[in-house]
């Protein structure tokens, strides 16, 4: 329901616009002056104020200043008896929606804030489209004829349409955010937003914030009221990617959610409700983090309603060659035929090619395989990917660093080749032990994460 917040110093005017505004079907507050209005506008987040020009100690310009201030999303309409061309200009430089002036038609006013709304919900609704399209990449790489995800897509068609939490468990890269979004648009919130969060990725307080949202002023930085993901899924899917990065405080949060179906804003007083559904994803073991006392017991019963576990690559090998030919397909190049029409270049992948490709373990599971395809589609020459293609692509084709010898032949050896042979086959053994976990694999290696992300790095790019 749009909230709207009437201000003016005016009973008779308050009384009209809030009773017209509520039988329309608005949640409609209402304010005899600019303060009381700005003191609301501190505690709560309005879609629409009205506001009269004319008031005592703090008129509606000072409003309309104060309120893009403290809330720019919000949309402002300015009324007044006592037009002139100046104010309207300057109310309209501020950025006021429109400028009444009374007496006014009721459909007149109601048309105008009918219109403001639905300028204000499409902004809202393109800003949530072009989130979702820029992480919807790769939703149709979803696929597989392995038994093992076979019984996925079953589980998935199950638990589509409940209002189930789900914890999806797997390795780094398996697809959890893609079974996310295949329930999400299963069900019968796929016309709602599906909004997705890597809880990894940002510090305790920004996660908070951009989980539940701020009032200005609650922390440095927060100099506008904003909504957080809870609010912008209502009525959708929130997906949480690393869940078990969060902290025990935040942990607390998320409990109350689940448990209540409401939420404070940060450093807000009013509890929001919500409609969303919570669906989890971890690459650890959150049964072991609760164990050791990283993960909440309560919490993790409450996300782990619905367990899906998604088995690493080297578990479903009968996938990798549908995989590989989608993503070669994906990654066909375009050029210009003899009639002068564009078309995509597909290249073939030869099958002692695919073998070495089905041997390999792919400790980065499914997205290392389509960043592997996209390096050899593009790099590699000629129409076919051949075994020495291969062999510049993965490390497992590297030499063995147990096979080095400490003898020189007699005509020398490449020292620097050498050593970066045995370093980048151990950094990808290691990959493979710690099931795709850098910070396990560094540690494996007694290097830092820095250290091992940065050594990493060197051969990705070189591959």
Same mark, same amino acid.
């Given at each position: 329901?749009?909230?709207?917040?009437?201000?003016?110093?005016?009973?008779?005017?308050?009384?009209?616009?809030?009773?017209?505004?509520?039988?329309?079907?608005?949640?409609?507050?209402?304010?005899?002056?600019?303060?009381?209005?700005?003191?609301?506008?501190?505690?709560?987040?309005?879609?629409?104020?009205?506001?009269?020009?004319?008031?005592?100690?703090?008129?509606?310009?000072?409003?309309?200043?104060?309120?893009?201030?403290?809330?720019? =999303?919000?949309?402002?309409?300015? &009324?007044?008896?006592? @037009?002139?061309? *100046? /104010?309207?200009? #300057?109310?309209?430089?501020? +950025?006021?929606?429109?400028?009444?002036?009374?007496?006014?038609?009721?459909?007149?006013?109601?048309?105008?804030?009918?219109?403001?709304?639905?300028?204000?919900?499409?902004?809202?609704?393109?800003?949530?489209?072009?989130?979702?399209?820029?992480?919807?990449?790769?939703?149709?790489?979803?696929?597989?004829?392995?038994?093992?995800?076979?019984?996925?897509?079953?589980?998935?068609?199950?638990?589509?349409?409940?209002?189930?939490?789900?914890?999806?468990?797997?390795?780094?890269?398996?697809?959890?955010?893609?079974?996310?979004?295949?329930?999400?648009?299963?069900?019968?919130?796929? =016309?709602?937003?599906?909004?997705? &969060?890597?809880?990894? @990725?940002?510090? *305790? /307080?920004?996660? #908070?914030?951009?989980?539940? +949202?701020?009032?200005?002023?609650?922390?440095?930085?927060?100099?506008?009221?904003?909504?957080?993901?809870?609010?912008?899924?209502?009525?959708?899917?929130?997906?949480?990617?690393?869940?078990?990065?969060?902290?025990?405080?935040?942990?607390?949060?998320?409990?109350?959610?689940?448990?209540?179906?409401?939420?404070?804003?940060?450093?807000?007083?009013?509890?929001?409700?919500?409609?969303?559904?919570?669906?989890?994803?971890?690459?650890?073991?959150?049964?072991?983090?609760?164990?050791?006392?990283?993960?909440?017991?309560?919490?993790?019963?409450?996300?782990?309603?619905?367990?899906?576990?998604?088995?690493?690559?080297?578990?479903?090998?009968?996938?990798?060659?549908?995989?590989?030919?989608?993503?070669?397909?994906?990654?066909?190049?375009?050029?210009?035929?003899?009639?002068?029409?564009?078309?995509?270049?597909?290249?073939?992948?030869?099958?002692?090619?695919?073998?070495?490709?089905?041997?390999?373990?792919?400790?980065?599971?499914?997205?290392?395989?389509?960043?592997?395809?996209?390096?050899?589609?593009?790099?590699?020459?000629?129409?076919?990917?051949?075994?020495?293609?291969?062999?510049?692509?993965?490390?497992?084709?590297?030499?063995?660093?147990?096979?080095?010898?400490?003898?020189?032949?007699?005509?020398?050896?490449?020292?620097?080749?050498?050593?970066?042979?045995?370093?980048?086959?151990?950094?990808?053994?290691?990959?493979?032990?710690?099931?795709?976990?850098?910070?396990?694999?560094?540690?494996?290696?007694?290097?830092?994460?820095?250290?091992?992300?940065?050594?990493?790095?060197?051969?990705?790019?070189?591959?």
């Amino acid at each position: 329901m749009n909230k709207i917040l009437v201000v003016d110093d005016e009973k008779s005017m308050r009384d009209f616009l809030s009773i017209m505004l509520r039988k329309t079907g608005y949640d409609v507050s209402i304010a005899e002056n600019g303060e009381e209005a700005l003191a609301r506008m501190q505690s709560e987040i309005f879609d629409l104020v009205i506001s009269d020009v004319k008031m005592p100690d703090i008129d509606g310009i000072a409003v309309l200043k104060q309120v893009k201030d403290i809330s720019p =999303e919000t949309i402002v309409i300015m &009324i007044t008896a006592f @037009a002139t061309t *100046e /104010t309207a200009i #300057e109310a309209m430089k501020l +950025g006021a929606y429109d400028y009444i002036t009374k007496p006014f038609k009721v459909d007149e006013i109601k048309l105008i804030i009918q219109k403001a709304l639905e300028r204000h919900h499409l902004k809202k609704e393109n800003i949530l489209l072009r989130r979702e399209m820029e992480s919807r990449a790769g939703f149709d790489n979803f696929i597989g004829k392995s038994e093992a995800m076979k019984k996925i897509f079953s589980l998935i068609r199950q638990v589509a349409d409940t209002k189930s939490t789900v914890l999806i468990s797997g390795e780094s890269g398996t697809g959890k955010e893609l079974v996310a979004r295949a329930i999400h648009f299963s069900s019968s919130r796929k =016309e709602r937003p599906f909004v997705t &969060i890597n809880c990894g @990725a940002l510090p *305790e /307080t920004l996660l #908070e914030s951009e989980l539940f +949202g701020s009032m200005k002023g609650a922390f440095t930085g927060a100099v506008a009221n904003r909504q957080g993901l809870f609010e912008s899924a209502n009525g959708g899917t929130i997906f949480l990617d690393e869940i078990s990065a969060t902290t025990p405080a935040l942990q607390i949060k998320l409990l109350r959610v689940l448990q209540e179906r409401e939420f404070k804003r940060v450093g807000g007083t009013a509890d929001i409700k919500v409609d969303v559904r919570v669906i989890s994803a971890s690459n650890r073991d959150l049964l072991a983090e609760v164990s050791r006392g990283a993960f909440r017991e309560d919490l993790y019963y409450r996300l782990n309603v619905i367990p899906i576990q998604i088995p690493p690559l080297r578990e479903r090998r009968d996938d990798i060659p549908l995989l590989t030919g989608f993503f070669l397909l994906k990654y066909a190049s375009e050029e210009v035929n003899a009639s002068g029409d564009r078309c995509k270049v597909q290249k073939q992948i030869a099958p002692e090619s695919l073998r070495l490709l089905m041997n390999y373990n792919w400790p980065g599971n499914v997205r290392e395989l389509e960043n592997t395809i996209e390096r050899l589609a593009i790099l590699s020459s000629g129409s076919m990917i051949l075994p020495e293609h291969i062999f510049d692509a993965i490390p497992s084709e590297q030499p063995s660093p147990d096979a080095v010898s400490a003898e020189i032949p007699e005509e020398g050896l490449d020292l620097e080749k050498l050593l970066e042979q045995v370093e980048k086959t151990l950094l990808y053994r290691a990959l493979e032990r710690a099931k795709g976990v850098k910070t396990e694999a560094a540690k494996l290696l007694r290097l830092t994460f820095r250290s091992f992300r940065h050594r990493l790095q060197k051969y990705e790019t070189k591959q």
